[in-house]
Every structure is written in structure tokens, then in C-alpha cells.
């Protein structure tokens, strides 16, 4: 660091500098005490810049993966916070002032993706009370009569859809839950939707990722030539998006399902698959704002035209399922049950093969794995039919079209239709609702001394300015943008007056899990985003860029294949795509012009791996598993979906140096 000035009496004004100081800028002016952050680093060199950097994200990792230690994020996320918090301090010597507001900063975005939770979960609970998810869940049933792979590659488009109009992880809280309700287990759910959830959020809501957080690149520039920079960073991250998809997707399935009804139904997947990507892809070329709307929407309505005249699928032989049922369960009732929906299981990694004991001592191999799929397959068709019959005894038989069957469905699903019409409504900027929602226009403010200012815009947005009077490090919080009042709340409310006579809980039940589901979660939100804001705050003294700049010199070329990566671990600990691409975006295109390759193809890079570290979100796994009530380690989680995230990095890196890298 450089020297200091101890000087600490303004000879102009007589006073000292806390009499007269707003903010480290209005210091300058003085002869008073201020630091010179100018040095990025700490003392020791890059190598222990690097190392004490990464210390906090490293803890956090072994804490939440290693078995041994396996500490709840409620514990392991504040603790890598917390060590950030003397990183900055203790060695690289970062302002105290800028510290502490990080701090708080962080205290406060972390009510952004709670009220998404809080709205998600309402939504779900609202829907199950009011018998319209059990509704859906039959029609699902009859429209795939039961084929589990029709159910997931449903599944997967509404997810794609529901992420291009809303994003903030809301897709893994809305899909997971639909799993469960099928009888699927808990845990794989969660980990099939967070992968799910990989391939779609380079674009995000309405294209926020790209516009928003690679905007540090648009100084200098013109708007036509940032918008190209964007259509090419979208077209390139598509194509490899997409190459992952394709040899992903029926791996991806077999979490959830045997392999052998995976490749009997592989020109099904495919097609399906097909119908949700293409449109994407095509549209990336042209537009970087809708690809995974469009493409969602594609995917539901032609998946849904696929399965219903059975193209390319080969239904399950459920009297192979039940041979196969009784010749590997000796009693039936030892079957565990997979069904419950608030399971807390101790975490094993059922991908894999495992050597375990059956009931006459004999060890299985992967074909044991096999056939436990099989038969929690058969578990879930055999609950599935109990359910059928419950179905009946509570919504009452299914209608015929002359008896109103068009009316039902189009009431009964409108919690689902009316969430994606009130999100595309409220984020597409040529309806123009949008500007009334997050305008800034002051209504009154407050000003909290040297804590900062309140202050409320006259379409509800909370904004709290200059934190601890450090200028332009604010908050903000769009009550009717960020998807919690609009549209779940808006829609629960409505959906319980539609449906009262139908309710079989109170309004204030709902309430009360809400309350119940977020606590934990609450802890781990707080501790997540104030280890993101002591990582990115501000800029060339942010511990972010130390390492971006760093490991870029010591790389070079090679450092292509840490790009990705580094997007991941950006969405890793942000739980967003926008975050990683405003951290490390600008180190990005740095690395790309010192080691003289395209810079637009780092940045895809960069794209790519940020949308695949939503499979290994924090923020995101809190949220599916609170929404679903799944109360198990989130290291056991990523265990299970690190690997897909891994592998989408490869795949992705290899297609950009074999078509698009020039060095």
C-alpha cells in the first residue's frame, strides 16, 4: 500500500475530517487522512493474493462436499463471509469503510431471492390447498399416460420457458415441486431441475445476463456496435449450449429413470429435445433477449404434440417392471418408499454404481444400481395409481369436452399460465409495464446520517444509498419487478378465491409453511450474498478482480480453459448469471486482449460457464430443496451436480476452440 498521510486537521476549515468528510472522494479535497487504494494486492506478492483470495471459497467448498466435515450452509456460508471479511481487512488491507458496507449491502440483496422463495413456495402451497395441482397432476397423467420420460422433457421445456421470462433461480422452484407431486424422490428432483436449469439461463429474463452484466463493456462504445458484441456473445454460447444438451440430456435422464427406457425413447428425447433448443439457437443469431422464452414456449407446445401422438416413444412395460419387481424384492413392503415429498435422506450418489448388500448377503454392482431404478420406478406407478384413485374421489372424474372439460383445464391450470403471462407482461419492455414498475422517480427519502439514505420511488422501490457514505454503493429492491408480489403472491390470492369452496387448508396455514420453510434458508441467503458483495465490491481492490487479473498473467492461452470455470464459480457463490458476468466479464475480455484471441469468444465462454453454475448455485439448491421442504445437505447436492456442470464446461470449451477461437 502506499504511504499515509496522518495529517488529520483541514487547515482551510479548521475541523477534522470526520466533521467534514461525506465520502473517501470528498477527502481528497483535504489534507486528511485517506488511504491510497491504487495497489490491488496485499503485501506478499500474487501467489498469496491468489491463495488468501480464494481461502474463504475454498473452506466453503470443503465444508459442504468433504463427508467429513459436510457442515450445513447455514454454518458453512456465514463462516466463509466471515473470512472474507478478515481477508479484506487483515491482508489486503481494503478500506474498513467499504468493508462494512459490503456487509451490509450483501444483508440486503439477500431479500431479493427470499421473497422469490417466499413467493414460489406460497404458490405451490396455494395450488396443492386448492386441488389445482392435483388437477394438472392427472392431466399430466393422462397426457403421457404415466411415461416418466414424457414427464421430464415436459418438464425441462417449462422450466426453459419459465426461466426466459423470470429468471432468479425461479424455474428449479417451480419444476421441482411438479416432480415430487409425481411421485418422483426428492433429492433427484432437485438435482435433475438444477440441471435442467444449466442450458437456458445464458439469456435469463428477457436477455438481463448479457445486456445487464456485461455492461462494464459498453463504456467506450457505440450502442449499435455493443449490441453486436451481444449477438455474437449470444450466437456462439447457443452452439455450445446446445452441443451440451444434446450429449447431456439422456445421461441427465437417468437420474431419474433406467437407462434402458432412456434408449428406447431416445428418438423421443431428441425430437423433444429438438424443439426446445432449435428455436433457441435460431433465435440467438438475431436476438439475445428471448431465445429462452421462445424456446420454451416451442418446446412445451410441440413436446406436448410429440407425446400425444407418440412419436418416437416406446411405452413402459409395466409387466416387465413387475417381473422384475418380484424377482429382485423378495418381500414387496421392503421397498423403500421414494414418494415423500419431505424426505431427509444421509446422501448417497445413486449415478454411480455401489456395492451393496442384498437381503441373502450377495453384493450388487451397477446392475443392482439397475434395478433398484426399476424398481423405485415401479414404486412411483404403483403410488401413482393409488393417487388416481384419490384423484377421482376429490376433483371427481374428468370431464368430457361436451361437459366442460376446456373450461376446467383452462381454470384449473391458471396458476401456472397466469405466473408466465404476468412475467412476460411485466419484463417485456415494448408492453411497457415495465418502466412503471422499476422507475426510480423519488417519492421521499430519509437520511440516516453516515449510515446512508432511504428512500421510496413513486412505483415502490426501495433504495437505500451511499452505504456508510461510501458514494454509488447502493440497494435497491423493485417490490412489484423482483417475482414475489407479481405475480405469486397476486396469483395465490387468486387463486384461493377462485377456488375457496375448493380450499382443504386456511390462507394462514399457507402463511405459517412459508414462515417455516424460509428459516433456514434465511440464515444461508444472508451469509451467501455478503461473501458475493466482499467478493466484486469495487472493482480493482475487489478480491474478484485480484483473481481474474492474476491468474490471466500466469495462464496465458491455457487460461481459455479456466474461463468457464471462472463463470461458474462466479454463479456459485452469486447465484446468479448477471453477478458472474459483472464480476468477471471486464477480466474477461482483459485475459482475451493479453493473450491476443477473440475476445467475444472468451466472453461466450464466460456466458457458457456462468449458465452451467447454476447447477451448482447455493442460492439456487436452498431454493428448490425449501420450496420442496427437502431438508438435506446442500454438499450432498453438488456432489450430485457438479459433474453435469464439469462436463457442460468441457464440451462448451471444445466447441469454441474448435470453430470459433483464432489465436
Same mark, same amino acid.
Given at each position: 500500500?502506499?504511504?499515509?498521510?496522518?495529517?488529520?486537521?483541514?487547515?482551510?476549515?479548521?475541523?477534522?475530517?470526520?466533521?467534514?468528510?461525506? !465520502?473517501?472522494?470528498?477527502?481528497?479535497?483535504?489534507?486528511?487522512?485517506?488511504?491510497?487504494?491504487?495497489?490491488?494486492?496485499?503485501?506478499?506478492?500474487?501467489?498469496? *493474493?491468489?491463495?488468501?483470495?480464494?481461502?474463504?471459497?475454498?473452506?466453503?467448498?470443503?465444508?459442504?462436499?468433504?463427508?467429513?466435515?459436510?457442515?450445513?450452509?447455514?454454518?458453512?456460508?456465514?463462516?466463509?463471509?466471515?473470512?472474507?471479511?478478515?481477508?479484506?481487512?487483515?491482508?489486503?488491507? @481494503?478500506?474498513?469503510?467499504?468493508?462494512?458496507?459490503?456487509?451490509?449491502?450483501?444483508?440486503?440483496?439477500?431479500?431479493?431471492?427470499?421473497?422469490?422463495?417466499?413467493?414460489?413456495?406460497?404458490?405451490?402451497?396455494?395450488?396443492?390447498?386448492?386441488?389445482?395441482?392435483?388437477?394438472?397432476?392427472?392431466?399430466?397423467?393422462? #397426457?403421457?399416460?404415466?411415461?416418466?420420460?414424457?414427464?421430464?422433457?415436459?418438464?425441462?421445456?417449462?422450466?426453459?420457458?419459465?426461466?426466459?421470462?423470470?429468471?432468479?433461480?425461479?424455474?428449479?422452484?417451480? +419444476?421441482?415441486?411438479?416432480?415430487?407431486?409425481?411421485?418422483?424422490?426428492?433429492?433427484?428432483?432437485?438435482?435433475? =431441475?438444477?440441471?435442467?436449469? /444449466?442450458?437456458?439461463?445464458?439469456?435469463?429474463?428477457?436477455?438481463?445476463?448479457?445486456?445487464?452484466?456485461?455492461?462494464?463493456?459498453?463504456?467506450?462504445?457505440?450502442?449499435?456496435?455493443?449490441?453486436?458484441?451481444?449477438?455474437?456473445?449470444?450466437?456462439?454460447?447457443?452452439?455450445? &449450449?446446445?452441443?451440451?444438451?444434446?450429449?447431456?440430456?439422456?445421461?441427465?435422464?437417468?437420474?431419474?429413470?433406467?437407462?434402458?427406457?432412456?434408449?428406447?425413447?431416445?428418438?423421443?428425447?431428441?425430437?423433444?429435445? &429438438?424443439? $426446445?433448443?432449435?428455436?433457441?439457437?435460431?433465435?440467438?443469431?438475431?436476438?439475445?433477449?428471448?431465445?429462452?422464452?421462445?424456446?420454451?414456449?416451442?418446446?412445451?407446445?410441440?413436446?406436448?404434440?410429440?407425446?400425444?401422438?407418440?412419436?418416437?416413444?416406446?411405452?413402459?412395460?409395466?409387466?416387465?417392471?413387475?417381473?422384475?419387481?418380484?424377482?429382485?424384492?423378495?418381500?414387496?413392503?421392503?421397498?423403500?418408499? /421414494?414418494?415423500?415429498?419431505?424426505?431427509?435422506?444421509?446422501?448417497?450418489?445413486?449415478?454411480?454404481?455401489?456395492?451393496?448388500?442384498?437381503?441373502?448377503?450377495?453384493?450388487?454392482?451397477?446392475?443392482?444400481?439397475?434395478?433398484?431404478?426399476?424398481?423405485?420406478?415401479?414404486?412411483?406407478?404403483?403410488?401413482?395409481?393409488?393417487?388416481?384413485?384419490?384423484?377421482?374421489?376429490?376433483?371427481?372424474?374428468?370431464?368430457?369436452?361436451?361437459?366442460?372439460? &376446456?373450461? *376446467?383445464?383452462?381454470?384449473?391450470?391458471?396458476?401456472?399460465?397466469?405466473?408466465? #403471462? &404476468?412475467?412476460?407482461?411485466?419484463?417485456?419492455?415494448?408492453?411497457?409495464?415495465?418502466?412503471?414498475? $422499476?422507475? /426510480? *422517480?423519488?417519492?421521499?427519502?430519509?437520511?440516516?446520517?453516515?449510515?446512508?439514505?432511504?428512500? #421510496?420511488?413513486? +412505483?415502490?422501490?426501495?433504495?437505500?444509498?451511499?452505504?456508510?457514505?461510501?458514494?454509488?454503493?447502493?440497494?435497491?429492491?423493485?417490490?412489484?419487478?423482483?417475482?414475489?408480489?407479481?405475480?405469486?403472491?397476486?396469483? +395465490?390470492?387468486?387463486?384461493?378465491?377462485?377456488?375457496?369452496? *375448493?380450499? /382443504?387448508?386456511?390462507?394462514?396455514?399457507?402463511?405459517?409453511?412459508?414462515?417455516?420453510?424460509?428459516?433456514?434458508?434465511?440464515?444461508?441467503?444472508?451469509?451467501?450474498? =455478503?461473501?458475493?458483495?466482499?467478493?466484486?465490491?469495487?472493482?480493482?481492490?475487489?478480491?474478484?478482480?485480484?483473481?481474474?487479473?492474476?491468474?490471466?498473467?500466469?495462464?496465458?492461452?491455457?487460461?481459455? =480453459?479456466?474461463?468457464?470455470?471462472?463463470?461458474?464459480?462466479?454463479?456459485?457463490? @452469486?447465484?446468479?448469471?448477471? =453477478?458472474?458476468?459483472?464480476?468477471?466479464?471486464?477480466?474477461?475480455?482483459?485475459?482475451?486482449?493479453?493473450?491476443?484471441?477473440? +475476445?467475444?469468444?472468451?466472453?461466450?465462454?464466460?456466458?457458457?460457464?456462468?449458465?452451467?453454475?447454476?447447477?451448482?448455485?447455493?442460492?439456487?439448491?436452498?431454493?428448490?430443496?425449501?420450496?420442496?421442504? #427437502?431438508?438435506?445437505?446442500?454438499?450432498?447436492?453438488?456432489?450430485?451436480?457438479?459433474?453435469?456442470?464439469?462436463?457442460?464446461?468441457?464440451? !462448451?470449451?471444445?466447441?469454441?476452440?474448435?470453430?470459433?477461437?483464432?489465436?
Amino acid at each position: 500500500m502506499s504511504d499515509i498521510s496522518y495529517n488529520c486537521v483541514d487547515p482551510d476549515k479548521g475541523v477534522q475530517c470526520a466533521e467534514s468528510c461525506v !465520502s473517501l472522494d470528498a477527502c481528497n479535497d483535504c489534507n486528511c487522512t485517506f488511504l491510497d487504494l491504487s495497489d490491488t494486492g496485499g503485501p506478499w506478492g500474487d501467489f498469496m *493474493d491468489v491463495f488468501f483470495c480464494l481461502f474463504p471459497i475454498i473452506v466453503l467448498v470443503i465444508t459442504v462436499t468433504v463427508p467429513k466435515f459436510m457442515l450445513p450452509t447455514t454454518v458453512s456460508l456465514p463462516l466463509a463471509a466471515f473470512l472474507m471479511f478478515l481477508v479484506r481487512l487483515a491482508y489486503l488491507g @481494503s478500506d474498513p469503510l467499504l468493508t462494512t458496507a459490503s456487509v451490509i449491502l450483501g444483508l440486503l440483496e439477500a431479500l431479493t431471492p427470499l421473497s422469490i422463495m417466499a413467493g414460489a413456495i406460497c404458490l405451490f402451497e396455494t395450488m396443492e390447498s386448492t386441488l389445482c395441482l392435483p388437477f394438472m397432476m392427472r392431466e399430466i397423467e393422462a #397426457l403421457t399416460e404415466g411415461h416418466p420420460i414424457a414427464e421430464l422433457m415436459l418438464i425441462f421445456a417449462f422450466a426453459y420457458l419459465v426461466e426466459g421470462a423470470s429468471g432468479f433461480g425461479t424455474p428449479a422452484a417451480l +419444476s421441482a415441486p411438479m416432480l415430487v407431486r409425481r411421485h418422483y424422490p426428492a433429492v433427484e428432483s432437485v438435482v435433475v =431441475v438444477l440441471i435442467f436449469n /444449466t442450458f437456458a439461463t445464458v439469456w435469463g429474463a428477457v436477455g438481463t445476463p448479457l445486456w445487464f452484466g456485461f455492461q462494464s463493456l459498453e463504456d467506450g462504445i457505440s450502442e449499435a456496435t455493443f449490441d453486436d458484441l451481444l449477438l455474437t456473445i449470444s450466437s456462439k454460447a447457443a452452439v455450445a &449450449l446446445a452441443a451440451s444438451a444434446l450429449v447431456l440430456m439422456p445421461l441427465i435422464l437417468t437420474i431419474l429413470v433406467p437407462w434402458q427406457h432412456v434408449l428406447s425413447n431416445l428418438l423421443f428425447v431428441y425430437l423433444s429435445l &429438438l424443439s $426446445t433448443i432449435g428455436p433457441s439457437v435460431a433465435l440467438a443469431h438475431i436476438n439475445y433477449e428471448f431465445p429462452s422464452l421462445i424456446g420454451g414456449i416451442a418446446g412445451c407446445m410441440l413436446s406436448a404434440i410429440l407425446v400425444k401422438y407418440k412419436v418416437g416413444m416406446t411405452h413402459v412395460d409395466h409387466s416387465v417392471a413387475e417381473e422384475q419387481e418380484i424377482s429382485f424384492t423378495p418381500n414387496p413392503e421392503a421397498v423403500p418408499d /421414494t414418494s415423500n415429498d419431505r424426505e431427509e435422506v444421509t446422501g448417497t450418489d445413486n449415478d454411480e454404481p455401489k456395492e451393496t448388500e442384498t437381503e441373502n448377503g450377495a453384493p450388487e454392482n451397477g446392475e443392482g444400481s439397475h434395478c433398484e431404478k426399476t424398481k423405485k420406478l415401479m414404486q412411483r406407478q404403483l403410488s401413482r395409481r393409488e393417487e388416481t384413485a384419490s384423484f377421482h374421489d376429490s376433483l371427481g372424474p374428468r370431464k368430457t369436452y361436451q361437459e366442460g372439460y &376446456l373450461t *376446467d383445464v383452462f381454470l384449473r391450470t391458471f396458476p401456472l399460465w397466469g405466473v408466465v #403471462l &404476468l412475467l412476460i407482461a411485466t419484463r417485456v419492455e415494448q408492453i411497457g409495464i415495465k418502466d412503471y414498475l $422499476t422507475s /426510480t *422517480d423519488k417519492y421521499f427519502s430519509i437520511h440516516f446520517g453516515t449510515l446512508g439514505t432511504f428512500r #421510496l420511488s413513486t +412505483s415502490v422501490v426501495f433504495e437505500f444509498r451511499d452505504i456508510m457514505t461510501y458514494p454509488n454503493l447502493n440497494w435497491n429492491y423493485e417490490l412489484f419487478y423482483v417475482p414475489f408480489i407479481l405475480p405469486f403472491i397476486l396469483i +395465490s390470492l387468486l387463486t384461493m378465491l377462485l377456488f375457496r369452496k *375448493d380450499m /382443504t387448508g386456511r390462507p394462514r396455514d399457507i402463511a405459517f409453511v412459508v414462515l417455516d420453510r424460509l428459516k433456514n434458508p434465511a440464515i444461508a441467503l444472508f451469509g451467501a450474498l =455478503v461473501l458475493v458483495q466482499l467478493m466484486i465490491q469495487m472493482e480493482e481492490v475487489a478480491p474478484a478482480f485480484i483473481l481474474g487479473t492474476v491468474l490471466s498473467d500466469w495462464f496465458q492461452e491455457a487460461f481459455v =480453459v479456466i474461463s468457464p470455470l471462472l463463470g461458474a464459480l462466479g454463479s456459485f457463490f @452469486s447465484g446468479s448469471t448477471t =453477478v458472474s458476468n459483472l464480476t468477471f466479464g471486464s477480466i474477461q475480455r482483459i485475459a482475451a486482449e493479453s493473450i491476443g484471441t477473440s +475476445s467475444t469468444t472468451m466472453l461466450a465462454l464466460q456466458a457458457v460457464g456462468a449458465s452451467a453454475g447454476n447447477g451448482i448455485c447455493l442460492n439456487n439448491i436452498i431454493s428448490a430443496c425449501a420450496v420442496v421442504g #427437502l431438508n438435506v445437505s446442500e454438499g450432498q447436492l453438488l456432489l450430485r451436480t457438479y459433474k453435469y456442470v464439469f462436463a457442460t464446461t468441457t464440451i !462448451s470449451t471444445a466447441i469454441m476452440l474448435a470453430f470459433f477461437f483464432r489465436f
